[in-house]
């Protein structure tokens, strides 16, 4: 038969119950639209935690100094003031190592002009912008001069700027930080919330040796809080661990009986966790809608049962007169894809509007892809196929006689 | 062509064991033929007229079409038959409700694989001869019983089949109307060589065929002309 007088036949059928074919359709539209807009929030949910990792950086550890223990009680990581400069220039050593940012923070109150604002200080080396994947928007960065000669520099978060100094370029300008007065070098480009929810742009960096012996103080020279150390690659991570353990509990003096005086942390371990489980997320979301999609193809069955039933006559003319099993079989497989075809175009169309409605008032990303379309559209066909099958085939297979006597 | 058009030879059909519908049939029909099958209700005449048309199939015994036994086709090839080689005029019409005239005379010609271009140009051929012209959009519901018949009857014919089967085509109609349709009837059967097999229980109606076979229980009880 040919695809036009299909389609012709399709549409007036469709047309002749218009009332049960839209209702029919309405299952495809809900199963459809839940699919695509499951989809476009578990995506955009699954691009925010990328967003966050990309952030924060890849490849990265963290190097905690260890715990005190005073009479009993033991305090948390980083109370023990043990990792220094020098650890953190070894560290940078091992072949696996890209870059290292020790790091000597604290939170100050900065002031310029009538503006004040308290924020985290931290200190460090040029080499940070390496380790956490960061850029200078405006102004530049500090130098490993400025690290060795101690200047007052900074580098500002975009939050920071917007709090003390609101419009206006505040490159080339002083600020004072616990009073006393430090030049802005350059402005960070912004780099959003991290995973725990912290504004990553709120801070602002200076020189470590700035930040030790001028601004904070420590106990001993050249001490550390952290050193933040990216590897060379995914692949190197595990033996880049192993060699900044060894290689610590050697500097340290460490022997086999004692336990380590500092922790090495996988950060991407844990990032990898959070996409890990927002995939899960996004999966479970479209497992959970496809049943809709179920349902809608079984509304489709059981209208297609019916409608065959209630034109078994209908069909016995047309084997009279010549319609090969082949015929009926297409008719009637062409009307159910016809009723989920038109379902899932609606479907798709509200699944969008409703994703976007739904980021608009709760605030969450969503985004709709074109493979989920065609995926939804795909699978709907599908169902069409699936479900039209059977009742299809049963119409196919009447004998004429009795299609033709049927009241 | 050489032999006959229709060939039954020792026919049976059984709906349940030890009750036959037709027993036995013997006969044949030559092309250009115009024969009544006659009977009672209950007489297995319309089961016969169901398997001469391949609607149905024979339990026992041998349907010869054109010299091909139809025992050996399949479903496709029997409806191919049907499409190519057989018209068919019931007592309900059996025009499809929701389709225009037009596309109901054409549904044969779909099934066929002809195109919509030529579909309706035979079909307006079709509708002009059968004194319809103007009515093709309308539904078979629009029109009247004896209008419905001949509509039927252009659908029958627009395949160009050597054979009409017609089941108590004047049964829904009045006798006025049905004179009419026998007119077209004699007019294909002579004008145009088409064969007609004709079903009825009314004896006046049969008349108009040429020859008769009379179906009692099951059994041809005579044939003959009339």
Same mark, same amino acid.
């Given at each position: 038969?040919?695809?036009? +007088?299909?389609?012709?036949?399709?549409?007036?059928?469709?047309?002749?119950?218009?009332?049960?074919?839209?209702?029919?359709?309405?299952?495809?539209?809900?199963?459809?639209?839940?699919? #695509?807009?499951?989809?476009?929030?578990?995506?955009?949910?699954?691009?925010?935690?990328?967003?966050?990792?990309?952030?924060?950086?890849?490849?990265?550890?963290?190097?905690?100094?260890?715990?005190?223990?005073?009479?009993?009680?033991?305090?948390?990581?980083?109370?023990?003031?043990?990792?220094?400069?020098?650890?953190?220039?070894?560290?940078?050593?091992?072949?696996?190592?890209?870059?290292?940012?020790?790091?000597?923070?604290?939170?100050?109150?900065?002031?310029?002009?009538?503006?004040?604002?308290?924020?985290?200080?931290?200190?460090?080396?040029?080499?940070?912008?390496?380790?956490?994947?960061?850029?200078?928007?405006?102004?530049?960065?500090?130098?490993?001069?400025?690290?060795?000669?101690?200047?007052?520099?900074?580098?500002?978060?975009?939050?920071?700027?917007?709090?003390?100094?609101?419009?206006?370029?505040?490159?080339?300008?002083?600020?004072?930080?616990?009073?006393?007065?430090?030049?802005?070098?350059?402005?960070?480009?912004?780099?959003?919330?991290?995973?725990?929810?912290?504004?990553?742009?709120?801070?602002?960096?200076?020189?470590?040796?700035?930040?030790?012996?001028?601004?904070?103080?420590?106990?001993?020279?050249?001490?550390?809080?952290?050193?933040?150390?990216?590897?060379?690659?995914?692949?190197?991570?595990?033996?880049?661990?192993?060699?900044?353990?060894?290689?610590?509990?050697?500097?340290?003096?460490?022997?086999?009986?004692?336990?380590?005086?500092?922790?090495?942390?996988?950060?991407? +371990?844990?990032?990898?966790?959070?996409?890990?489980?927002?995939?899960?997320?996004?999966?479970?979301?479209?497992?959970?809608?496809?049943?809709?999609?179920?349902?809608?193809?079984?509304?489709?069955?059981?209208?297609?049962?019916?409608?065959?039933?209630?034109?078994?006559?209908?069909?016995?003319?047309?084997?009279?007169?010549?319609?090969?099993?082949?015929?009926?079989?297409?008719?009637?497989?062409?009307?159910?894809?016809? #009723?989920?075809?038109?379902?899932?175009?609606?479907?798709?169309?509200?699944?969008?509007?409703?994703?976007?409605?739904?980021?608009? =008032?709760?605030?969450?990303?969503?985004?709709?892809?074109?493979?989920?379309?065609?995926?939804?559209?795909?699978?709907?066909?599908?169902?069409?196929?699936?479900?039209? =099958?059977?009742?299809?085939?049963?119409?196919?297979?009447?004998?004429?006689?009795?299609?033709?006597?049927?009241? | 062509?050489?032999?006959?058009?229709?060939?039954?030879?020792?026919?049976?059909?059984?709906?349940?064991?030890?009750?036959?519908?037709?027993?036995?049939? %013997?006969?044949?029909?030559?092309?250009?033929?115009?024969?009544? /099958?006659?009977?009672?209700?209950?007489?297995?005449?319309?089961?016969?007229?169901?398997?001469?048309?391949?609607? $149905?199939?024979?339990?026992?015994?041998?349907?010869?079409?054109?010299?091909?036994?139809?025992?050996?086709?399949?479903?496709?090839?029997?409806?191919?038959?049907? %499409?190519?080689? /057989?018209?068919?005029?019931?007592?309900?019409?059996?025009?499809?409700?929701?389709?225009?005239?037009?596309?109901?005379?054409?549904?044969?010609?779909?099934?066929?694989?002809?195109?919509?271009?030529?579909?309706?140009?035979?079909?307006?051929?079709?509708?002009?001869?059968?004194?319809?012209?103007?009515?093709?959009?309308?539904?078979?519901?629009?029109?009247?019983?004896?209008?419905?018949?001949?509509?039927?009857?252009?659908?029958?014919?627009?395949? $160009?089949?050597?054979?009409?089967?017609?089941?108590?085509?004047?049964?829904?109609?009045?006798?006025?109307?049905?004179?009419?349709?026998?007119? /077209?009837?004699?007019?294909? %059967?002579?004008?145009?060589?088409?064969?007609?097999?004709?079903?009825?229980?009314?004896? $006046?109606?049969?008349?108009?065929?040429?020859?008769?076979?009379?179906?009692?229980?099951?059994?041809?009880?005579?044939?003959?002309?009339?």
């Amino acid at each position: 038969m040919i695809i036009g +007088a299909l389609l012709g036949e399709g549409w007036a059928a469709m047309r002749a119950n218009r009332l049960r074919t839209s209702l029919t359709m309405l299952g495809m539209v809900f199963g459809v639209g839940a699919v #695509i807009m499951m989809l476009a929030i578990g995506q955009g949910a699954q691009l925010m935690v990328n967003e966050s990792i990309a952030s924060m950086g890849s490849n990265l550890f963290i190097v905690l100094s260890g715990s005190t223990t005073a009479g009993g009680l033991r305090q948390g990581s980083g109370t023990v003031p043990t990792l220094t400069l020098d650890d953190a220039q070894a560290i940078s050593e091992l072949p696996e190592i890209a870059a290292v940012a020790p790091t000597f923070s604290n939170t100050a109150q900065l002031i310029y002009a009538a503006s004040n604002w308290s924020t985290l200080v931290s200190g460090t080396t040029p080499a940070f912008l390496d380790v956490r994947e960061w850029t200078v928007s405006s102004g530049e960065a500090f130098s490993d001069s400025d690290v060795r000669s101690a200047t007052r520099v900074l580098l500002m978060g975009q939050t920071v700027v917007r709090n003390l100094f609101g419009d206006e370029n505040p490159v080339g300008k002083m600020v004072r930080v616990k009073n006393s007065p430090f030049l802005v070098l350059g402005v960070l480009a912004p780099k959003g919330q991290s995973l725990d929810g912290r504004d990553q742009d709120d801070t602002v960096f200076i020189p470590i040796t700035t930040a030790q012996r001028q601004l904070f103080g420590t106990e001993f020279p050249g001490m550390v809080r952290f050193i933040m150390v990216k590897a060379k690659s995914a692949e190197v991570m595990d033996r880049a661990e192993q060699g900044i353990n060894e290689l610590l509990r050697a500097r340290h003096r460490i022997n086999e009986r004692q336990e380590d005086d500092f922790t090495v942390r996988n950060l991407t +371990a844990v990032t990898q966790a959070a996409a890990g489980t927002t995939k899960a997320m996004a999966t479970m979301l479209g497992a959970i809608a496809s049943v809709s999609l179920l349902v809608g193809g079984i509304g489709i069955m059981n209208i297609m049962l019916v409608s065959v039933t209630e034109r078994t006559r209908e069909i016995g003319i047309r084997m009279a007169i010549g319609a090969r099993q082949r015929d009926i079989l297409l008719q009637f497989l062409f009307e159910a894809v016809m #009723i989920s075809l038109a379902g899932s175009l609606i479907g798709v169309m509200l699944g969008i509007a409703s994703a976007y409605f739904f980021s608009h =008032f709760n605030d969450a990303l969503v985004v709709v892809t074109l493979s989920s379309v065609v995926l939804a559209f795909g699978v709907a066909v599908a169902v069409g196929v699936f479900f039209g =099958f059977y009742p299809a085939r049963k119409a196919a297979n009447l004998k004429p006689i009795e299609a033709l006597r049927f009241q | 062509m050489e032999g006959p058009l229709i060939s039954v030879s020792g026919l049976s059909k059984y709906y349940l064991e030890n009750m036959p519908v037709l027993k036995d049939i %013997n006969f044949s029909i030559d092309s250009g033929e115009f024969v009544a /099958i006659m009977g009672h209700s209950g007489s297995g005449k319309s089961t016969l007229m169901n398997i001469l048309g391949c609607l $149905d199939t024979p339990t026992g015994g041998h349907y010869y079409l054109e010299g091909r036994d139809t025992a050996a086709l399949n479903a496709d090839e029997l409806a191919l038959l049907r %499409n190519r080689l /057989i018209g068919f005029v019931f007592q309900g019409f059996n025009l499809l409700p929701r389709s225009s005239i037009l596309d109901n005379i054409g549904l044969p010609l779909l099934y066929a694989g002809k195109s919509k271009a030529e579909r309706r140009e035979k079909a307006l051929l079709m509708l002009d001869r059968i004194g319809l012209a103007g009515f093709g959009e309308r539904k078979p519901n629009q029109l009247s019983g004896g209008q419905q018949q001949r509509v039927a009857i252009a659908r029958a014919l627009v395949t $160009d089949p050597k054979l009409i089967l017609a089941d108590e085509p004047t049964g829904n109609l009045d006798t006025q109307t049905g004179e009419d349709i026998m007119k /077209i009837f004699h007019v294909l %059967n002579e004008d145009h060589n088409i064969t007609i097999i004709l079903v009825t229980h009314e004896a $006046d109606i049969a008349a108009h065929a040429k020859r008769l076979i009379r179906v009692v229980d099951g059994r041809i009880a005579s044939d003959q002309p009339s």
